[in-house]
């Protein structure tokens, strides 16, 4: 009867030092062993490189030195090339991807995953390395769930196609909760915007829209005239548009037709009679400069209108936009005891706990009664006994 008998391979951790040359600086040089072969690999020079970027940069090879013997071979597939192989066959114009996530990917790819892992093959890209990658970066944690998500996409591309049988980036763990929470808008701080924006159309109208429908702005300037049931009260979720781009809604749960308060249909209506774009497929927000082809641009309007209008209505909450609103008609929803089902509903959410986990937050005064209502009860009980 045979044996097996498995052999852990001794981790090379290869040597990192200068080298001077006949001619110009002295150059940073990574060595080590590969079986009976002595290797060497050129970083850069002293000038270019200092230590640690030199030892961040050999760090690649040190990863390379290590893949075992038995999966070397199995494919010479590089990283820039796997993406490459995704790129074309599911990011492209004609990909059927909404535009906005797919341009998020592409630039994910350029100026971060490629920079750093492109030049490597495949077996050299490890889920402890990723991590440690992703520590050094300066960004908020969901950036680098993202950054994590997109390179795992790549992967997945590849086990797919048969041009990789594994995904390493399945084991690399990151968080993906804020490290800060977001601010949120109270109804008295809401209602002393529209104050300020009083008169200045079409920018009320979308800020209210966004206010008490909770819409996401791609949606508010992706709506047609023909999207607006007046009889029915119902506003249809057909497109959207973001970046001057029009595509379809972010998912299949946005689609849902929303109920419209009458306080939005009255705006609607108002701003019709004032527009000069009203015909079914003219959009409702529709950009004088472009002769209504096209809607007006939402972060134009936020910083020429909006922001102002805070700033008057002296509201000095940091980083405040049309998302904003989204976040805080959810958080409203939920505080004056709307059930979760419908706050997902109208949320347009495939499940309740995007609507919990992602939006819902509570605002200061129910946070305060809360607690005082708390407090009252202890201390109560105390002078009970």
Excluded: C
């Excluded at 990574?30 to 079986?35: K, S």
């Excluded at 996401?216 to 506003?235: P, S, T």
């Excluded at 937050?361 to 105390?382: M, N």
């Amino acid at each position: 009867m045979h044996t097996l008998t498995l052999r852990r391979e001794r981790f090379k951790a290869g040597s990192l030092t200068t080298e001077t040359r006949r001619n110009g600086p002295a150059v940073w040089v990574y060595r080590w062993q590969d079986g009976n072969r002595r290797r060497k690999q050129i970083l850069g020079s002293v000038k270019e490189l200092n230590k640690t970027s030199a030892q961040r940069k050999a760090d690649q090879y040190r990863q390379l030195a290590n893949i075992p013997q038995q999966e070397r071979g199995a494919t010479d597939m590089k990283v820039d090339e796997l993406v490459d192989h995704y790129k074309e066959r599911e990011l492209g114009e004609n990909s059927g991807k909404v535009e906005k996530p797919r341009k998020a990917y592409l630039y994910i790819y350029k100026n971060y995953i490629l920079p750093k892992w492109g030049s490597l093959p495949l077996p050299a890209v490890k889920a402890v390395a990723v991590e440690d990658w992703l520590k050094t970066l300066s960004l908020a944690n969901g950036s680098k769930a993202k950054i994590r998500e997109v390179f795992g996409a790549a992967f997945r591309h590849g086990i797919r196609h048969e041009l990789y049988p594994t995904n390493p980036i399945a084991s690399v763990r990151q968080v993906r909760k804020r490290a800060v929470e977001p601010e949120i808008l109270e109804p008295a701080e809401i209602a002393a915007i529209l104050h300020e924006l009083e008169g200045v159309e079409p920018v009320r109208t979308a800020f209210l829209i966004a206010a008490v429908m909770g819409m996401r702005r791609g949606e508010i300037f992706g709506l047609k005239w023909g999207d607006v049931d007046g009889e029915r009260a119902i506003l249809h979720v057909r497109r959207s548009y973001v970046d001057g781009v029009e595509g379809p809604p972010k998912t299949d749960s946005s689609r849902r037709p929303l109920p419209v308060p009458s306080q939005v249909l009255e705006a609607l209506k108002t701003w019709k009679e004032q527009s000069s774009y009203t015909a079914p497929d003219d959009w409702v927000f529709a950009s004088d400069i472009s002769f209504g082809k096209q809607p007006l641009w939402p972060g134009t309007l936020w910083r020429r209108n909006v922001a102002p209008a805070i700033e008057r209505a002296k509201i000095t909450k940091p980083k405040l936009g049309w998302h904003t609103l989204r976040r805080s008609y959810a958080s409203l929803l939920l505080s004056n005891g709307v059930s979760l089902r419908v706050s997902m509903e109208l949320m347009r959410h495939s499940t309740p706990d995007m609507t919990l986990a992602t939006y819902a937050q509570t605002v200061g005064d129910e946070k305060r009664d809360a607690g005082s209502r708390i407090a009252s009860l202890l201390l109560g009980s105390e002078k009970a006994a």
